[in-house]
């Protein structure tokens, strides 16, 4: 029942939260993944038995999803919906999902509040999100620390967390806002987590051969604050609160 999520700093920190919930439900549930592009996510919870809905504005990244479903045998437990994630609303019933995932969408929409509503009258009640936003804290330090001051300290002061125009993320967050929004949607947020509290900061060249225990630290460290608060991405499990 458990997907075996890959062993990598970038996601092992979520598939701890994920298949905690997995195991306490112990049934196949309906997921929506809401920007959930090539199926990182999709594949392997569709390969333990889950049903998979997956939107995403880009259809490049929808046929990569329908191919790697395919490969895996699990075509027939996932689907792939191109949509925009602000337009969730029209695209999906409501109370429906026992389970949405958001990762990495929140930078980008037009109005995060509306898809914040809109994915969690997605889900029935006593359904839960797991979202995933870039914090705004990391992008400050990576940018010192790789001598880029100036963006640095504009991105301190940024309201919305953004380093300059040429950004590509419209927005970052930290884990009050992100709180907050949640909140503003009406789920209750039961877990925040870190991921990549130092993985992004190490060179290449000082990791090798210690994945293993950069992992184990970066489990450690994601619960605990203040590393949470400084890690790359902030990630909420956030419910839907029953009836
Ligand atoms: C950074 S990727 C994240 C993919 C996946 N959620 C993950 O964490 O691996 C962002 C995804 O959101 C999609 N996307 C961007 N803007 C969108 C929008 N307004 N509505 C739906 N999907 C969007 C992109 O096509 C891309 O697949």
Known sequence: MEPKGPASPRTAVVWAVLRAELDRTNRPLTVLDVGGGTGGFAVPLASAGHRVTVIDAS?????????RAAEAGVADRVRAVQGDGDALADLVPSDSADL????????????PVTVVKALAATLRPGGVASVLVANRVAAVLARAVNGHLDVATALLADPEGRAGGRDTLRRRFDLESAGDLLAAGGLVVEQTHGVRVVADLLPGAVLEGQTE??????????????????????????RRPAA
Do not use: G, K, M, W
């Open 100 to 111: 949405v995932l958001c990762h990495s969408l929140l930078e980008v929409v037009d109005d």
């Open 59 to 67: 259809p490049d990244a929808l046929a990569a999803l329908t191919r």
């Open 213 to 238: 225990a950069l992992l184990a630290f970066e489990l450690a460290a994601s619960e605990l604050s203040p590393y949470r608060e400084v890690a790359t991405q902030l990630h909420l499990f956030a």
